[in-house]
């Protein structure tokens, strides 16, 4: 699964950190002092760290729950997200972290019990509902066998009620979720793009088919579900291609239980699209016409390629209660 497992000095004796090198004796084992050292090192090879990343086991210091982007996720009361990782095991071509991190290795912050209080102490200083976003800077659930992430914070969502935790995924590693109670405040949102998307960008990711099954799983064992349709990539027969996923989709949930459905443009900062056309110079994606608005860059559109286009079509299948649309 990993190259290698780094491990700060600072958190060798935490239970997780013990539970992880002992489940995988076999991987090369390196302390280090600090994490920056090899995540943030100059001249790094990130297409060939993807192919075999590495997993750096660390201790986060700092603010650990943020105000989320305005835009981001659906709207109810104050919206946060906190980072128990850093980068994505899958290889999504489009994907923003490639243009935002030096590094293709992947951080693992165990100091939960900060990222709890914190969170709780978040929880309390909002008077009504508030929001929490897992899945910002990773892939909520892609490596739960590993972080055991929903075993440790389940229960301090379950104990406020008031308090929605989102897990953002395109992971299929539900079983975590399966062998818990389930809560109405923590919704899984899984993650599509069309099949020919899938095919040529998505790499690594588990099947189309594969996430709908998780999340009528997930749905009949009484998790509220969530469906993310980002990010939106305009092109030829775009209609089509999102007629056939919602047909499919749709075909196996109970549409009125669905939590929210969202759809998001193809956007990143520019700066970070610079960096990832230098990673891939070769890439069509990169070489389609671009538009650049207040710092954000994203694929310009025909009017026969609208996110208004895919919208008609999403309302055929849900209400438009059920409905945002995510703008960043």
Partial sequence: ????????????????????????????????????????????????????????????????????????????????????????????????LQGMYRSANCVLFVNYEDFEAALRETMQSCSGPSTYYSGYDCDSLALEPVSDFCKFFLPTFAENPQAILEFRTKSTQIRGLLESPPLANCVIAMSFTPHEAYHQWEHKVPAISKRIEALQKLQKAGWPVAL??????????????????????????????????????????????????????????????MQTREGLVSLKQSESESMTQIEDLLFGFISPEQYYRCEM
């Fill in 1 to 96: 699964m990993f190259s290698a497992i780094y491990s700060e000095e600072e958190v060798s004796d935490y239970p997780l950190v013990k539970q992880i090198l002992e489940r995988f004796p076999e991987i090369p084992h390196v302390c280090c002092e600090r994490y920056g050292e090899i995540f943030n090192r100059n001249s790094q090879d990130f297409r060939l760290q993807k192919r075999a990343p590495a997993l750096i086991l660390a201790k986060k210091y700092g603010k650990l729950v943020l105000p989320s982007p305005e835009g981001y996720g659906f709207k109810g009361g104050k919206t946060f997200y906190f980072s128990h990782m850093l980068n994505c095991v899958y290889d999504c071509r489009y994907c923003f």
């Fill in 228 to 289: 993310r349709f980002e990010p939106l990539i305009a092109g030829p027969a775009m209609g089509d291609h999102y007629q056939r996923l919602f047909e499919e989709v749709f075909a196996g949930l109970n549409i009125a239980a669905i939590h929210s459905v969202s759809l998001g443009e193809f956007r990143m900062p520019l700066d970070f699209m610079k960096n990832i056309v230098k990673l891939y110079p070769d890439e069509a994606l990169f070489a389609r016409p």
